[in-house]
T-cell receptor
């Protein structure tokens, strides 16, 4: 099956803990993205990588750090989570970075920070 | 201020009816619009895209684009209960980053 896979599906943690989310795509794409979808359903891009190189780094707190081992994997680490980090984190991928390339989304990881 | 504005915020149409959704970008540096559909608890799935002035039709779905006003609209004819979802409009800039800017979405409910 070719798709975008994310783990875990859900994660509940306490303020101050560190969490890591994984994303893998088997679509043969070379660009991957992390988006955050808040409680109002607003989707905002956080990072994107093209062939393991960071190309988009939006204004996000320094506690967020992406990690790419190869073009099929893009992980997200959050050091010392805060309550406002509670959201759904969506990974996406596409061929290249041009406007005309469709982005395919994974199922998301729902983070709840207590 | 959202760079991509969608209206209405929510919409209820009867089964078989026409649903019309609107989207405008306030950023002139965009050259492509995407429409995504997100069912409750699921991830967004691409519906249609448009970059040329005019109209594009795929089955029951039609998108229009006016590049001068940076306005796009999505029309769903013969709406079905399975069309009930959050419809997200996204604009992508002329730079080569692939950065999608999303609107807040329109929640469509199709009543049987």
């Amino acid at each position: 099956e070719t798709a975008v896979f994310q783990t875990p599906n859900y994660h509940v943690t306490q303020v101050g803990n560190e969490v890591s989310f994984n994303c893998k795509q088997t679509l043969g794409h070379d660009t991957m993205y992390w988006y955050k979808q808040d409680s109002k359903k607003l989707l905002k891009i956080m990072f994107s990588y093209n062939n393991k190189q960071l190309i988009v780094n939006e204004t996000v707190p320094r506690r967020f750090s992406p990690q790419s081992s190869d073009k099929a994997h893009l992980n997200l680490r959050i050091k010392s989570v805060e309550p406002e980090d509670s959201a759904v984190y969506l990974c996406a991928s596409s061929f290249r970075t041009g406007s005309s390339y469709e982005q395919y989304f994974g199922p998301g990881t729902r983070l709840t920070v207590l | 201020q959202q760079k991509v504005q969608q209206s209405p915020e929510s919409l209820i149409v009867p089964e078989g009816g026409m649903a019309s959704l609107n989207c405008t970008s306030s950023d002139r540096n965009v050259d492509y619009f995407w429409w995504y559909r997100q069912h409750s608890g699921k991830s967004p799935k691409m519906l249609m895209s448009i970059f040329s002035n005019g109209e594009k039709e795929e089955g029951r779905f039609t998108v229009h684009l006016n590049k001068a006003s940076l306005h796009t609209s999505l029309h769903i004819r013969d709406s079905q209960p399975s069309d009930s979802a959050l419809y997200l409009c996204a604009a992508i800039g002329t730079g080569n980053t692939g950065k999608l800017i999303f609107g807040l979405g329109t929640t469509l409910q199709v009543q049987p």
